[in-house]
C-alpha cells in the first residue's frame, strides 16, 4: 500500500513540475481598451417570465453564461420606455421599460453582473426623443410653449425649398426633414423620421436636461457607462465643430459625476469624419473594420483589412494616444454575418478568429455566437436567441416569427455545448486565447514584411516580450508560405495545414496563429 501510495506521489509531483514547466497563461480582464463586450437586445434575449418578450430577469439568469463565453462587459440596446419594440425614441429617460421588468430587477441584473465582474453599458439616445415624450407634447403646443426651444422648430416659409423637396442636399451631404405636427404653421426637425424629433442643444436648458439624466444613471442607478446613439447628429452636418465640443463638453460633464465612466459613440462614417470626435467619446465603433472584413473575405484579397486598420490605427494616434478602438462584426442595425458571409461556415469561423486576433476592443453581436442567421428588415435580424431545442426552450422570447434563426437553420445553444467543432465553442476559444496572451489583446499591429500571395491575410502583434503572427488563406487553392523567423509555437488553428521546417501550407479557409 505504503509503495503504491509513495509512487501516486511521485507522479503527481512529477505532473506538477511538468505543469510548472510549462506555465499556463493567465486569463485577464482587458476591458476597457481591448476586452470584449457582448451586445444584447434584451427583448430577444431570454424571457423568464413567459409572456413572451425577453426581460431583465432573464438576463440576470443568464449572466453566467456571458461570463462563459469571456465577455467582460454588456452593451444593452436602449431599455427606457418607448413607444417602438426596438426603443430608440424614448418618452421617459429616468424609467426602465415595464416589458423589461422593473428598476429593481435591472439593479439586480448591475449588481449581479458587477459581481461577475461584468460592467454594464446602456444605449443613450439624446438626439432625439419621441413625438410621446412630454416634452414634445408640451413643445408642439405652440410657439409660446416652455418647451418650445427644446426642439428644433421653422417657420413654414422659411424651409420652402426643403418642403418642396422633402430631402436636400446642402454644401455638405446633409439630409434635412422638416415634418408637419399637424399645424401646417411651424414644422420640427426630425432627421431620422417624423417620429423622433431632434432636440436642440443650442439650447442650455436641453444640455442641462441630459447631463441630469446622465447623473441619474451613473450616480443612482450605477451603470458603468453609455453607447451614445446617433453621436453625429447632434448638431447638422454642416456643424461638425459644435458636434465636436459638443462631446467633449458632455465627457468632462460624465466624468465629474463618474471619473471613470466608459462612453463608447456611434458616429457611422468613414475615418476622417469619426477620428475628431475621439477627445469627447474616447470609445469609437470601428465600422470600415467590419466593411473591410467582408470585402476581404468576398474578394478574396486577405491583405485589405490589416493595411486598412493600421492606416485606421495610426489617423487615430495622430488625434490622441488615449484610445478605444471598438471593433465590430456585426451588430444590431447590419445583417448577420453569417449572411453576409454566403452562409459559409468556415469563412464565418475565419473571420471571427480574424476580428479575435486583430487588435481593438470587440463588441459581439448577441445569437453570433451560436451563428444565428438575419437579414432586414432590422427586426429580423435582432430575432429571438435560440437557447435549446424549440420544444425544450423555455427561455427562447416568442414576441417576433423568426425568419432566419430558426431550428432548421441554426443549431440551439444546448446542444452547440457538446460539440468540439461548434460556432460556439470556436467563439469561446478564441476569446479565451484573446484574453490569455497579452500580445493578443494588447499587441502592436504590425505589418508582414514578405509579399505574400493576394488570398493571405497576415499581420504581427507585438507586446512587451511577446510577439504573436497570425496568418490566414482566404482562398479556395492551397497556399504555402515561409513563416517569419522564431514562430513555431501554434496557438490557434482551423483547417488544414502543415509546417515544414518553417514553409507552411495552408489549405482553403485554413488560420494558424503563432507566438514566440
Ligand atoms: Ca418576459
Redesign the pocket.
Known amino acids: 500500500m505504503k509503495a503504491k501510495s509513495t509512487l501516486i506521489a511521485l507522479i503527481l509531483s512529477l505532473f506538477y513540475f511538468s505543469c510548472n514547466q510549462e506555465k499556463e497563461p493567465e486569463v485577464k480582464n482587458y476591458w476597457p481598451n481591448a476586452g470584449i463586450t457582448y451586445e444584447i437586445f434584451v427583448q430577444s434575449f431570454y424571457?423568464?417570465?413567459?409572456?413572451?418578450?425577453?426581460?431583465f430577469n432573464?438576463v440576470t439568469e443568464k449572466l453566467d453564461y456571458v461570463q462563459e463565453l469571456g465577455a467582460n462587459a454588456i452593451w444593452f440596446m436602449p431599455i427606457m420606455p418607448s413607444p417602438t419594440y426596438h426603443k430608440y425614441d424614448v418618452t421617459d429617460y429616468k424609467a426602465v421599460h415595464p416589458?423589461y421588468g422593473t428598476m429593481e430587477d435591472f439593479k439586480r441584473l448591475l449588481e449581479e453582473a458587477h459581481q461577475r465582474d461584468i460592467k454594464i453599458v446602456i444605449d443613450m439616445i439624446i438626439n432625439h426623443t419621441s413625438t410621446e415624450h412630454p416634452w414634445f407634447q408640451e413643445s408642439k403646443k405652440g410657439r409660446d410653449n416652455a418647451y418650445r426651444d427644446y426642439y428644433v422648430w421653422a417657420q413654414k416659409d422659411t424651409i420652402a425649398d426643403f418642403l418642396d423637396k422633402k430631402v436636400i442636399t446642402l454644401d455638405s451631404d446633409n439630409i434635412r426633414q422638416w415634418h408637419d405636427p399637424g399645424s401646417g404653421e411651424d414644422y420640427y426637425y426630425g432627421f431620422f423620421w417624423g417620429g423622433m424629433p431632434d432636440l436642440n442643444f443650442d439650447n442650455p436648458k436641453v444640455r442641462e436636461e441630459i447631463y441630469e439624466i446622465g447623473r441619474f444613471w451613473l450616480e443612482e442607478v450605477g451603470v458603468d457607462g453609455f453607447r451614445l446613439d446617433a453621436a453625429k447628429h447632434i448638431f447638422p452636418d454642416d456643424r461638425p465643430l459644435d458636434n465636436h465640443e459638443f462631446w467633449k463638453e458632455f465627457r468632462a460633464k460624465m466624468e465629474a459625476i463618474k471619473p471613470d465612466v466608459y462612453l463608447v459613440g456611434e458616429v457611422y462614417d468613414k475615418k476622417e469624419i469619426v477620428a475628431p470626435y475621439l477627445p469627447g467619446l474616447p470609445a469609437l465603433f470601428n465600422f470600415d473594420f467590419h466593411y473591410t472584413l467582408l470585402e476581404a473575405f468576398n474578394s478574396a484579397d486577405g491583405m485589405l483589412l490589416p493595411k486598412k486598420q493600421k492606416e485606421i490605427l495610426d489617423f487615430y494616434q495622430n488625434i490622441t494616444p488615449e484610445f478605444i478602438d471598438a471593433t465590430i462584426s456585426s451588430n444590431h442595425d447590419q445583417p448577420r454575418l453569417l449572411n453576409e458571409l454566403g452562409e459559409d461556415v468556415d469563412k464565418y469561423k475565419q473571420a471571427i478568429a480574424v476580428m479575435l486576433t486583430m487588435p481593438g476592443a470587440p463588441y459581439l453581436y448577441y445569437g453570433e455566437e451560436i451563428g444565428m442567421k438575419g437579414l432586414k428588415p432590422d427586426e429580423h435580424i435582432r430575432e429571438p436567441f435560440l437557447w435549446d431545442v424549440k420544444a425544450k426552450d423555455e427561455g427562447r422570447a416568442t414576441w417576433i416569427e423568426p425568419k432566419f434563426s430558426i431550428d432548421s437553420e441554426v443549431t440551439p445553444l444546448a446542444l452547440q455545448r457538446n460539440d468540439p467543432n461548434s460556432i460556439f465553442n470556436h467563439y469561446k476559444s478564441l476569446i479565451n486565447l484573446r484574453n490569455t496572451y497579452p500580445a493578443l489583446a494588447l499587441g502592436k499591429l504590425s505589418l508582414p514584411s514578405s509579399e505574400y500571395p493576394k488570398p493571405i491575410m497576415a499581420y504581427s502583434r507585438v507586446h512587451e516580450g511577446q510577439a504573436i503572427f497570425a496568418v490566414h488563406n482566404l482562398g479556395d487553392e492551397e497556399i504555402s508560405i515561409e513563416l517569419p523567423a522564431g514562430f513555431d509555437k501554434v496557438i490557434f488553428g482551423m483547417g488544414d495545414g502543415v509546417n515544414l521546417n518553417g514553409t507552411l501550407t495552408l489549405q482553403k479557409n485554413a488560420s494558424r496563429v503563432y507566438v514566440k
Open positions: 424571457d423568464s417570465d413567459g409572456d413572451g418578450i425577453g426581460d432573464g416589458d
